[in-house]
């Protein structure tokens, strides 16, 4: 079955620390690989998906299938990064997501 | 364009009382998605719909029904809510074979409190 782990629920950090926020996941297939993000009052969406291997808001996720992870991470976060995250996979063909549990990411001034 | 849009904003309802949530999206989807997001447990697939007149369960379809009622719209009923049906649900839309790849777009959501 497809799993998708997102080991930490909190993160906090400094403006202009890194941030890695860390995915796990399980199938055995090709996986498609996804980072949604939920600021504040606003609707759930994409951040980047790993097929187009681009950065977002200086945000970037490295699918490794070796060790089965697709940690997103950004060198120096800054305080509108605060939000919550969330890894997602699908199955490759398949339209479903199976979604991490998410995690809270705040950025202090 | 106003995307995916899901009614009513909140609502309160009794044990036992049913109701429906309604979603439209006008970007010309074939796909449609029902979610619940509680705290602690992320978002968790309902029902969804790959295509008008077509609709399959997903991780935790009990106590709910949907409706593919056109390609716009895709409704999600609770015939006899319970306390644990207390939950954030948001409804998404997408379009696998477009120029977005598969990318889910979402609405603002529901935010539903059974007594």
């Known amino acids: 079955a497809q799993r998708v782990t997102q080991p930490e629920k909190l993160l906090s950090v400094f403006k202009g620390a890194p941030v890695e926020l860390k995915c796990n996941y399980s199938y055995s297939g090709s996986p498609e690989l996804f980072w949604y993000v939920q600021y504040s009052r606003q609707r759930l969406q994409l951040l980047l998906r790993h097929i187009s291997r681009e950065s977002i808001k200086g945000f970037t996720a490295d699918l490794n299938k070796g060790e089965t992870s697709f940690h997103l991470k950004k060198p120096f976060a800054q305080e509108e990064d605060s939000a919550m995250y969330y890894c997602a996979l699908s199955q490759g063909g398949s339209e479903k997501l199976v979604f991490g549990k998410g995690m809270k990411l705040t950025v202090n001034p | 364009n106003a995307g995916v849009t899901q009614t009513p904003k909140f609502q309160v309802l009794k044990t036992g009382q049913s109701m429906t949530l309604q979603c439209a999206q006008d970007?010309?989807?074939?796909?449609m998605y029902w979610y619940r997001q509680d705290p602690g447990m992320g978002l968790r697939l309902i029902y969804y719909?790959?295509?008008?007149?077509?609709?399959d369960k997903g991780e935790v379809p009990n106590g709910y029904n949907v409706s593919r009622l056109n390609k716009r719209e895709f409704s999600l009923r609770l015939e006899s809510a319970a306390p644990s049906q207390t939950s954030v649900y948001f409804c998404a839309s997408s379009d696998p074979g477009g120029s977005s790849y598969n990318e889910q777009f979402f609405g603002p959501g529901t935010r539903l409190t059974v007594l």
């Open positions: 719909s790959a295509s008008e007149g077509t609709t």
């Open positions: 970007m010309n989807h074939n796909s």
